[in-house]
């Protein structure tokens, strides 16, 4: 197994700059299938909105796996009703993402103008991603040195000389003027200074990169954006792979952390091996914590309910919280 953290957490960033009104994104089913993180906010449509009514008022089928409400993450059953604060888990089909935006009424614009603050191996692979995809990208590096540097391997990217720390020459720099800004110094607390800034400055999208994730429960009533841990990442590769190890079959295909790793998404590829095959969910005895988000089969992708059924060869997305332990597909039943 060969991981490279840094090369992970460019190529998650990328997919958060895309779909600038989500928090966090992760991809399943061969990118057929998202779990995407929102925050619910005063003015949002979701305040004090009731699960029941969701798919009304967004005007497409999701499904909310997972609350997150005062730093514990809550399985929410329909009658369960959104709060101002609330971080919500939303399964959905990858196709369905920007009409869940536009149902919510949250406008994005395509991001054509980046502001990297630090110029370290994340950057560096970021700023290769994006200046492909046409994307103007400005990088702050404070090492002069390092700048000729990048400077010689980025040709498309502006370099810039200077201390990214220094409000005053992020100002000259027209800092206020960027879609997005992402902060990628080697310090945690700085890359929380520059992001909380750019808040207040009006920067409409702000990725914060934090070497440690040991107080998210305090870091959730920060203005930080999205925030993405190369560590964390790097750990669901490693986690999916032991996984794998351990049982080989009916392992997981993917694992992903959320809910600040209260909970835990996973994805499995229904095998003659598995138990309940073509039989209603209705029917189906799930343990305690286990929740089956999606269901993925060769041509459509559905947000299940109790008629739903999988088969031989279907993808399904399982999210699971509290004290369930799932190493294998047929660990989620009774």
Same mark, same amino acid.
């Given at each position: ?49 009731? $699960?029941?009514?969701?798919?009304? +008022? #967004?005007?497409? @089928? =999701? ?7 005062? /730093? *514990? ?26 009409? $869940?935006?536009?149902?919510?009424? +949250? #406008?994005?614009? @395509? =991001? ?7 110029? /370290? *191996? ?26 000729? $540097? ?9 370099? =810039? ?174």
């Amino acid at each position: 197994l060969t991981v490279n953290p840094e090369k992970q957490t460019a190529a998650e960033i990328e997919r958060l700059l895309r779909y600038p009104g989500f928090l966090k994104r992760d991809t399943f089913a061969k990118g057929r299938v998202e779990i995407v993180e929102l925050e619910v906010d005063g003015k949002s449509k979701l305040c004090n909105t009731s $699960l029941n009514d969701l798919n009304a +008022i #967004i005007r497409c @089928k =999701v499904l909310v796996c997972t609350v997150l409400r005062n /730093g *514990k993450a809550v399985a929410p059953d329909g009658n369960f009703v959104l709060r101002e604060g609330d971080r919500i888990y939303v399964t959905a089909p990858a196709n369905n993402l920007a009409m $869940l935006l536009s149902g919510l009424g +949250i #406008i994005t614009h @395509k =991001v054509s103008r980046v502001l990297l603050a630090g110029g /370290g *191996k994340v950057s560096f692979y970021l700023a290769q991603i994006l200046q492909k995809s046409g994307v103007a990208v400005q990088l702050i590096e404070q090492d002069k040195d390092r700048c000729l $540097l990048l400077a010689g391997l980025l040709p498309k990217t502006c370099i =810039v000389h200077g201390d990214a720390s220094s409000f005053t020459f992020l100002e000259s720099e027209g800092f206020s003027g960027f879609d997005a800004l992402v902060t990628l110094t080697g310090l945690d607390e700085l890359n929380m200074v520059i992001s909380l800034y750019g808040k207040s400055c009006g920067i409409p999208q702000r990725i914060t990169k934090l070497g440690r994730m040991d107080n998210l429960g305090t870091l959730d009533n920060l203005s930080l954006g999205s925030v993405v841990c190369p560590k964390e990442l790097c750990c669901n590769s490693i986690v999916r792979y032991v996984r794998a190890l351990q049982n080989q079959a009916g392992a997981a295909i993917s694992v992903h952390s959320i809910a600040n790793g209260q909970a835990e998404a996973m994805e499995f590829l229904v095998d003659k091996t598995t138990l309940h095959c073509g039989i209603p969910l209705k029917k189906i005895n799930v343990r305690r914590n286990v929740l089956i988000a999606c269901i993925s089969h060769s041509n459509k992708t559905e947000i299940p309910n109790g008629e739903s059924s999988f088969s031989v060869g279907d993808t399904l997305i399982i999210v699971t919280s509290g004290d369930a332990v799932v190493y294998q597909i047929n660990d989620i039943f009774q």
